[in-house]
T-cell receptor
Framework: DARVTQTPRHKVTEMGQEVTMRCQPI?????VFWYRQTMMQGLELLAY????????DSGMPKDRFSAEMPDATLATLKIQPSEPRDSAVYFC??????????FGPGTRLTVT | QKEVEQDPGPLSVPEGAIVSLNCTYS??????FMWYRQYSRKGPELLMY????GNKEDGRFTAQVDKSSKYISLFIRDSQPSDSATYLC????????????FGRGTSLIVHP
């Protein structure tokens, strides 16, 4: 049963530290998404890749966030420097274009 | 006005009830419609996907799309306590980037 995997599952860090989150999408899916979920804002799209090319990162704070997809089996989301307001659950999802997305279990980030 | 509106609930029903969850949208370009279920502290799980108008059934779940009214529904028959979760609708436009627009989710509680 193919699944999206994410590491780490939990991360507690101090303000100012770099955070790297990793995602392994489902093999064969050509779209990869990064989302942030909070109680206040719900699901927010941070980045979108199609066939590994970044197509949309308009929802991402450019000064501190970066997203890359170095190969088809790995997507990364980095925050540098992290701030307390970045505390949230970060989800990676992959999918075959329009027929829906498959989400990973999420990374629960706490920045103190 | 948001592109996709969804009542946050909570919606509380007794076990065995028929549940109706709904979303309205404003953009007629949406053609693909999805429903996700999210348990507490888990990632969203794709439940149903439909294209354009009509009904789709999968076990106890039925997804319905009424494009003329810009209204979609998810019906759950014989609801179970295990159905207690947040249900998110999502939709994408045809011929575009396949970036979904999500509703905020409806919290469902099925009590024994």
């Amino acid at each position: 049963d193919a699944r999206v995997t994410q590491t780490p599952r939990h991360k507690v860090t101090e303000m100012g530290q770099e955070v790297t989150m990793r995602c392994q999408p489902i093999l064969g899916h050509n779209t990869v998404f990064w989302y942030r979920q909070t109680m206040m804002q719900g699901l927010e799209l941070l980045a979108y890749f199609r066939n590994r090319a970044p197509l949309d990162d308009s929802g991402m704070p450019k000064d501190r966030f970066s997203a890359e997809m170095p190969d088809a089996t790995l997507a990364t989301l980095k925050i540098q420097p992290s701030e307390p307001r970045d505390s949230a659950v970060y989800f990676c999802a992959s999918g075959p274009d329009s027929t829906g997305q498959y989400f990973g279990p999420g990374t629960r980030l706490t920045v103190t | 006005q948001k592109e996709v509106e969804q009542d946050p609930g909570p919606l509380s029903v007794p076990e065995g009830a028929i549940v109706s969850l709904n979303c309205t949208y404003s953009n007629s370009a949406f053609q693909y419609f999805m429903w996700y279920r999210q348990y507490s502290r888990k990632g969203p799980e794709l439940l149903m996907y439909t294209y354009s108008s009509g009904n789709k059934e999968d076990g106890r779940f039925t997804a319905q799309v009424d494009k003329s009214s810009k209204y979609i529904s998810l019906f759950i028959r014989d609801s179970q306590p295990s159905d207690s979760a947040t249900y998110l609708c999502a939709m994408t436009k045809s011929g575009g980037s396949y970036i979904p627009t999500f509703g905020r989710g409806t919290s469902l509680i099925v009590h024994p």
